[in-house]
């Protein structure tokens, strides 16, 4: 039972750099998210995908892009990674008609 | 823009006492969710609340939705140095869509 994992849990770009976080889920969830978590600013949602096929964007898109490979897979591409996006990333998945999230452990990226 | 408002911001007790958090908005929730996250990892789910008046317990932990399901608490009795972490409230908007916005966490530490 992994649950939620993500890939890698560390890095470290360079400022115009591109990279992609993956996350994986094994419950067969239909909905996904990707989080990000600054200090004194909680978990703000960058993408969601309410089932495979779909995907929306939430508070704070700008600068990323995500693809929800199958229903197990939901990644987030940063294109030209910038400071202002040094944060830790959390990928979430739910299933229909439960209201709460499962958590992956996050992915701590530094852009200098 | 919904927001979610925790206070305390932090934290620090003896092990042994009592303590109560609090998450308030101006907005109505359909629901609201409390995960408690450790330094490193994920935050995990604790408990959700749905009716407006409802109090759910989980051991030494109660939970309770405002009547107008704009505000909860989390109160915990005789505080453990194991219940030392971040507690998030979070909260759904639009039932059935799962977007959840989280507020900015209160930062617990319970000293043995």
């Known amino acids: 039972n992994a649950g939620v994992t993500q890939n890698p849990k560390f890095q470290v770009l360079k400022t115009g750099q591109s990279m992609t976080l993956q996350c994986a889920q094994d419950m067969n969830h239909n909905s996904m998210y990707w989080y990000r978590q600054d200090p004194g600013m909680g978990l703000r949602l960058i993408y969601y995908s309410a089932s495979e096929g779909t995907t929306d964007k939430g508070e704070v898109p700008n600068g990323y892009n995500v693809s929800r490979l199958n229903k197990r897979e939901f990644s987030l591409r940063l294109e030209s990674a910038a400071p202002s996006q040094t944060s830790v990333y959390f990928c979430?998945?739910?299933?229909?008609?439960?209201?709460?999230?499962?958590f992956g452990s996050g992915t701590r990226l530094t852009v200098v | 823009t919904q927001l979610l408002e925790q206070s305390p911001q932090f934290l620090s007790i003896q092990e042994g006492e009592n303590l109560t958090v609090y998450c308030n908005s101006s907005s109505v929730f359909s629901s609201l969710q409390w995960y408690r996250q450790e330094p490193g990892e994920g935050p995990v789910l604790l408990v959700t609340v749905v009716t407006g008046g409802e109090v759910k317990k989980l051991k030494r932990l109660t939970f309770q939705f405002g009547d107008a399901r704009k505000d909860s608490s989390l109160h915990i009795t005789a505080a453990q140095p194991g219940d030392t972490g971040l507690y998030l409230c979070a909260g759904d908007p639009s039932a059935g869509t799962y977007k959840y916005i989280f507020g900015t966490g209160t930062r617990l530490k319970v000293l043995a």
């Open positions: 979430a998945s739910s299933r229909q008609g439960f209201r709460g999230y499962t």
